[in-house]
């Protein structure tokens, strides 16, 4: 199983991005995906979620600017990011999770600026 993100880069504060991750090796609808976020001297934590029925769920202090949806045709989750703060600057990583396996991809440099 492979996942590969793309769409990270510099940007604003205020400004926006959408994050891609395409998975291959694997029935893609069967996995629940999700985006994670490391910033620089902290832990990894979640953002948002989203299971093989498109049901979601999210950071508490995300609700409302992030947006995670997924293509079943595409085998692609995406992370929409809209009013970019400062703090949102991290690598961002894509997860495949099922029954406890876990796959992870290379993560995605967001880096926002005031």
């Known amino acids: 199983v492979q996942l590969q993100a793309f769409g990270g880069g510099l940007v604003q504060a205020g400004g926006s991005l959408r994050l891609s991750c395409t998975v291959s090796g694997t029935i893609f609808r069967f996995w629940e995906m999700g985006w994670y976020r490391q910033a620089p001297g902290k832990q990894r934590e979640l953002v948002a979620r989203?299971?093989?029925?498109?049901?979601?769920n999210y950071a508490d202090s995300l609700k409302g600017r992030f947006t995670i949806s997924r293509d079943s045709a595409k085998n692609t989750v995406y992370l929409q990011m809209n009013s970019l703060k400062p703090e949102d600057t991290a690598v961002y990583y894509c997860?495949?999770?099922?029954?406890?396996?876990?796959?992870w991809g290379q993560g995605t440099q967001v880096t926002v600026s005031s």
């Open positions: 997860n495949a999770n099922r029954l406890s396996t876990n796959f």
């Open positions: 989203i299971t093989s029925d498109g049901s979601t």
